[in-house]
């Protein structure tokens, strides 16, 4: 499967996503409000998750191939005084981008999506890392009521990082057989297979324009069209499914959405 961005993308992006989301964090008008797409978190508990998250992350991308993910330890708290939480927030990241640049693309490292079709590699790890600020600063903005569509780069990248990373496995699919076609209004196009075999993607060719339901031989059993931002955010549960386009068999995206497959 082709990376749409590269690895200097994927850290400048990073660290963009990262700007972001603390510029979100400086306006609101406080930390213990209730984050509204993660309802068990306070913005005080999403900013400590996004720093103790990237400074993890960074010792376990210098930690290089171990066979479990390193903690970084001794790491200071996170501050509750709003300064000095941003500059904890900003150190964090730099930690994170400075593990990753250290490191380069192709250097093996641990992760949890061994059965996936993304490679156990730092690039991978940036590549997810970069999804994971993207979805949080939107969680960030919609908290204070200013939602931000994400870069259409990011969300492009995003919707593939997600099905190939997060929902790609060889757990078998409890369902019966099935595909589902996402299209991305901006002209991409991926088909994720679903079987007792587990769940594999691959991005389809063409411009992103669905085959008619019935016609071609080839038709998934239910597809989803909308912006890669809009696909991103359905597929992370921060919109619900029928917010885009949807064809075929819903039922679907319910199971989908319910699917563990460590379980």
């Known amino acids: 499967m082709t990376t749409t961005l590269a690895f200097p993308a994927l850290l400048r992006l990073i660290d963009e996503r990262s700007t972001a989301f603390r510029a ?7 930390l213990d409000v209730q984050v509204p797409t993660c ?6 508990d999403l900013a400590q998750h996004i720093g103790e998250g990237r400074r993890d992350w960074a010792a376990t991308v210098a930690a290089g191939p171990a066979p479990a993910k390193s ?6 708290a996170a501050p509750r005084e709003r300064e000095a939480l941003l500059a904890w927030l900003a150190e ?15 250097r093996g490292c641990w992760n949890w999506w061994e059965t996936s079709q993304s490679p ?5 790890v940036a590549r997810h890392q970069l999804l994971q600020f993207a979805v949080h600063t939107y969680d960030a903005q919609i908290t204070i009521g200013a939602p931000q569509p994400l870069p259409a780069e990011v969300a492009l990248d995003g ?10 496995t060889t757990s078998a699919w409890p369902h ?5 076609d996402f299209h991305a209004s901006e002209g991409r196009s991926w088909r994720l297979s679903l079987s007792a075999d587990g769940a594999r993607t691959a991005r389809l060719p063409g411009t992103g324009t669905p085959p008619a339901t019935g016609q071609a031989p080839d038709a998934a059993t239910a597809s989803a069209r909308g912006t890669a931002d809009e696909l991103v955010l359905i597929l992370h549960d921060r919109i619900p499914f029928d917010s ?17 497959p460590t379980e």
């Open 244 to 260: 885009v386009e949807l064809d075929g068999d819903r039922t679907l995206f319910d199971q989908l959405s319910a699917w563990d």
């Open 71 to 76: 903690v970084a330890a001794g790491a200071p």
């Open 92 to 106: 964090s990241t730099e930690q994170l981008v400075d593990a990753l640049r250290e490191a380069g693309p192709d």
């Open 120 to 124: 156990q590699t730092s690039g991978t």
């Open 159 to 168: 919707v593939e990082e997600f099905l190939s990373t997060c929902v790609a």
């Open 176 to 180: 019966k057989p099935a595909t589902i």
């Open 39 to 44: 309802p068990e978190w306070t913005l005080f």
């Open 24 to 30: 979100a964090i400086a306006a609101a008008p406080s």
